[in-house]
């Protein structure tokens, strides 16, 4: 699969990249040049309908969480300790269980069986749609909704004051029970993320703070992707207690031989960075 991919690849970017098509065509052993190949065909046998299903559905989720964390000012490099998923497919989520952990930066994802549990189901009508339908009726349709005295059906549609609505004429917006927690909605699937933190995600949030800071200080050093450095980290307890818990982690990351406290003397770049209400000064120098 790996060779079908490049060679595709290859003969796909000829007419942009000539140069790195060949190289790439070359190596995988093919004794003429890319530029003298046929332009790939489509393969329907290639395709896997039920793997576009899957992904598509673990996309939406990953939308929805995100679209949480950006109403919610949360950070994506914060960690955060849970995800709550509905109206995904049982073993579609236990599939991309880790994709989703890694992607979302939470520690666990889990399924429920209904998010009403957590939220609260509101009915959005669509006024302009529903106005010239109903005309006199919209008015007891919308006190309906506002006293939950709806019922879903089993066909996607809604009844409300002894009037049924389709599917494009409302939609649902889901609120949390709970101030820790806030969710999202698309169709069927529901994200609920838990927005509560403590210090071990606190701290673990700031490491990663440090991590994304120094490898732009490395781009910016023009240093080589293999190129090791030493690292200084300057703060007040807050960076302290990162590097005492996640300070190799940090080295290994960004290939620091040594990551201290201590002043560099050469260094290649400085910076400071805000961790928290603390402001934290950054060097790197070659070893």
């Known amino acids: 699969m790996l060779y079908a991919a490049l060679s595709t690849v290859a003969r796909v970017m000829a007419p942009f990249l000539p ?13 003429e040049s890319v530029h003298l190949q046929d332009w790939p065909a489509a393969r329907s046998d290639w395709r896997a309908p039920e793997i576009e299903t899957e992904m598509n559905a673990v996309r939406v989720v990953v939308r929805l969480a995100r679209s949480v964390r950006e109403k919610n000012a949360v950070k994506h490099r914060q960690p955060l300790r849970r995800l709550l998923v ?11 269980m880790e994709l989703l952990r890694e992607e979302l930066n939470v520690k666990d994802v889990a399924q429920l069986a209904s998010p009403l549990e957590y939220v609260e189901r509101r009915v959005t009508l669509e006024v302009a749609k529903l106005g010239k339908r109903l005309r006199g009726d919209l008015k007891k349709v919308q006190a309906a909704v506002k006293e939950d005295r709806v019922t879903l ?29 806030d969710a999202a909605a698309e169709g069927d699937v529901v994200a ?90 950054l060097g790197v120098a070659r070893p």
């Open 19 to 31: 140069f790195l098509a060949e190289s790439i065509w070359s190596r995988l052993g093919q004794p």
């Open 192 to 281: 609920i993320l838990d927005l509560t933190t403590d210090p071990a995600l606190v701290r673990e949030g700031h490491a990663r703070e440090l991590n994304r800071a120094l490898q732009d200080m490395r781009k910016r050093a023009g240093l080589a992707y293999a190129d090791r450095i030493r690292v200084s980290v300057k703060g007040g307890a807050i960076a302290d207690d990162v590097l005492a818990h996640h300070g190799a982690w940090l080295a290994e990351q960004v290939l620091a031989t040594q990551v201290s406290t201590a002043p560099l003397a050469s260094p290649l770049l400085t910076e400071y960075v805000e961790l928290g209400d603390e402001s934290v000064a």
């Open 86 to 96: 509905s109206g995904l497919p049982p073993h579609v989520l236990d599939a991309n």
């Open 153 to 181: 059906r089993p066909d996607g549609r809604l009844e409300a004051a002894g009037v049924v609505l389709e599917p494009d004429e409302f939609t649902f917006r889901y609120a949390a029970r709970a101030g820790d927690m």
